[in-house]
């Protein structure tokens, strides 16, 4: 049986020196972009890859530098919404991080976040990945159910289960726990 390489010390990637690769979805709250920022000038890192990958699309091709050729899974659909959602994402990002001093860039990829996420972060030989968080459990949607739902769909968690470098997590949603019953008090 084939055992995947573990993390280890030898395995690690520099900050410094190295971008980071930041998973960003249409609409996303400027708290993701910004937490990147302070982290890569805390860490030293050289640039920001600002990533979305867009489930609907499959890969034709990888490219070296992390980027892909993409088309649609379903070859008689339309097939310029993802242009849409490119420029949307971009002008987004474009507003937030008006003259910052940290180089960024921002590629458009194909299929599973986290798969598409990791062959970026190997291509371009980043250091950590910075995500965001999907909202607490909250209202009806809360149980046992939904927490299986929501782990089971967090890009987060298979990223760190699925590859060495740090994930880190910028909540999007703070929840008092003090007023909330959780799902084990049920």
Known sequence: MHEPPQPAVDR???FAGHPLVVGVVPDLPDLVPLTALSLARATG???LLFAYSDPARIVREEHPDGSVSHEAIAPDGLDEGWRETSSRILD????????????WEFRYLAGRPDRALTHLARAVDAA???VGTR????G???GLKAL????EGSVALHLSHHQHRPVLTVPLTVVDWKETA???DR
């Open 12 to 14: 690690i990637t520099p």
């Open 135 to 138: 909202g607490p459990l909250v």
């Open 182 to 184: 959780s799902a084990w």
């Open 92 to 103: 987004h990002l474009t507003r937030v991080l008006a003259g910052v001093d940290v180089p």
């Open 148 to 151: 299986h739902d929501r782990l």
């Open 140 to 142: 009806a949607g809360r």
């Open 45 to 47: 890192a050289p640039r």
């Open 128 to 130: 950590a990945f910075v």
